[in-house]
């Protein structure tokens, strides 16, 4: 009898939470909504525009892909940042040489891997037409869906490539899971037709909301150890998601930044293309393009240094210059980050230690970043400055661990991220 109880008691509860799922599926992308944080949005976006602008809530470094497929479905995992009003993704063609096709994009809640909160998925549209096409080197942004999200909320985004070829466009190291299909099982909410799976996006490279006007985003502007690599697959542990989770729970830094768009690309150079374009030729793009961005943290340059390329520490400072210069332009902010030691690392020697350092002694005193985030301070052995401290180490002595993710967000003084500039 005991056990019929408990079982009809785990039923309850299972109804309770499919409830309270389907009434904040009911609520998500209907309008009229509230724009976190401010009060009551008005209905329209023409009327928002008075106390809200949009801002970047994802974002993920466009690249050229492997070779485009047609008749394909792609189910997208990601993770947002600020929560607001009137979702938009922006897709991609950045690097095809065609025309791409998607049939039709579909966004909403995950429940659990492929699967859908019941009732959450809502078709995306461009320029009122469920279907669009992107020209060779081109992006597009839906057309806003009405209704409010919530901060720090994981999406599907699915998305059918009807008519594909080349080379696709999207982003190699999700450290994360999606999924896909053949054929268009866009629409459907429950994951059995999307049965592959794949550790990249495709595509998708951002993803906004309307929020407060006094509320922007900061952009991370790096390589492998911004794009997460060695923290866990899934679990949104890079150091951007710590970043992010702090800016949502600390109430009193009172910063103004609420979006975080992470633009890493592993392999990536300040100055020379290879692992993606690099930081100077994609900068625009990935970072300037995105809207309500306010600050970029820069944190590039071991790639550079490691590579014996000839790169002197001259050269990457110009290369900072210029970066700063473009951001100070566009009336950004720029946050200069240290470069981290990575001695232990086989093309680690004593030559690129010494740039790594001089290059660390201008972005810490040579007074032409906004701010500064000292990782190389927080990463570093106390007993060998010139190595990865064994607790933040993964094991191959260059890219930190979950833990070691956490401290470089937990270094970054949020005041820092509120800087205000406005274009000259």
């Keep these: 009898m005991r056990q019929h109880t408990v079982s009809a008691a785990g039923v309850l509860r299972r109804l309770a939470v499919a409830v309270v799922a389907s009434a904040a599926a009911a609520q998500l992308f209907t309008g009229p909504a509230t724009a976190a944080p401010a009060a009551r949005a008005p209905s ?27 008749d394909r479905g792609y189910r997208l995992v990601v993770r947002t940042s600020a929560g607001g009003t009137h979702l938009r993704v922006r897709l991609s063609n950045a690097f095809g040489d065609r025309p791409l096709t998607l049939g039709r994009g579909y966004v909403g809640l995950q429940k659990e891997g492929a699967a859908l909160v019941r009732g959450s998925n809502r078709p995306l549209t461009f320029g009122g037409k469920r279907s669009v096409t992107l020209p060779a080197g081109e992006t597009v942004l839906s ?22 070829g080349g080379p696709a466009t999207g982003h190699g190291m999700a450290m994360q899971t999606s999924y896909t299909s053949a054929g268009d099982h866009v629409a459907e909410e429950g994951p059995d037709n999307w049965t592959g799976t794949t550790g990249s996006w495709f595509y998708l490279d951002a993803v906004t909301v309307r929020t407060d006007s006094d509320i922007g ?27 992010a989770r702090r800016l949502q729970t600390d109430a009193g830094a009172d910063t103004g930044i609420g979006g975080v768009a992470n633009e890493g690309i592993s392999g990536n150079k300040v100055l020379a293309d290879g692992a993606g374009q690099s930081a100077l030729n994609r900068l625009d793009r990935d970072v300037l393009s995105h809207p309500g961005v306010r600050t970029v943290l820069l944190f590039e340059g071991v ?15 110009d290369g900072y210059r210029r970066i700063i210069d473009r951001a100070h332009t566009a009336g950004v ?64 002595h260059l ?7 956490q401290a470089m967000a937990d270094a970054v003084r949020l005041p820092d991220l509120a800087c205000d500039r406005d274009a000259p």
Excluded at 303 to 317: C, M, P, R, Y
Aim: net charge negative; proline share 6%; glycine share 10%.
């Design 303 to 317: 790639n550079d240094i490691k590579a014996h390329s000839g790169v002197t520490a001259a050269e990457l400072i």
């Design 217 to 243: 985003a900061v952009v991370a502007l790096g390589d492998s150890i911004t794009d997460g690599w060695q923290s866990s697959t899934g679990l949104n542990r890079r150091w951007p998601d710590y970043l």
């Design 44 to 70: 329209s976006v023409t009327a928002a525009t008075a106390t809200t602008h949009e801002i970047v809530t994802w974002g993920a470094s466009a690249d050229r892909m492997g070779e485009a497929a047609s």
């Design 143 to 164: 057309d806003p869906l009405p209704g409010r999200l919530p901060a720090a909320t994981s999406l599907l985004v699915s998305l059918y490539a009807a008519e594909a």
């Design 333 to 396: 902010c720029v946050v200069g980050a240290t470069v981290g030691p990575f001695k232990g690392w086989s093309e680690w020697d004593a030559p690129a230690e010494s740039v790594r350092r001089e290059v660390n002694e201008f972005i810490r005193g040579g007074g032409e970043f906004d701010a500064v985030a000292d990782f190389d301070r927080v990463l570093r052995s106390p007993y060998d400055h010139e190595r990865i401290l064994p607790f933040f180490d993964n094991g191959d």
């Design 399 to 405: 890219h930190p661990n979950d833990t070691g993710m």
